[in-house]
């Protein structure tokens, strides 16, 4: 009994498989070469919150008479 696995099938035959492979190898090469090119990438610099805290005012703050902490 002779087996063969058919991911693609369509009117080029065995070239289907070949296009399907290409296809899905080059998404694999392109997802690595991305992440590759984001580790070598410095972090972003964070925000400091001691200035976000002295420019908020109390209507933007967590202990504000309008805001409710959730337990």
Known sequence: ???SPTLAHGALGAF???LL???AA???I???VSWLRTRSQPDP???ETSSQDA???SEHRDDSEEHFRLD
Do not use: R
């Open 16 to 18: 289907d498989e070949l």
């Open 1 to 3: 009994m002779n087996f």
């Open 21 to 23: 492979v290409a296809v």
């Open 30 to 32: 392109i997802m690595a």
């Open 26 to 28: 080059a998404f694999v």
């Open 55 to 57: 420019g908020t005012s």
């Open 45 to 47: 610099p964070s925000e």
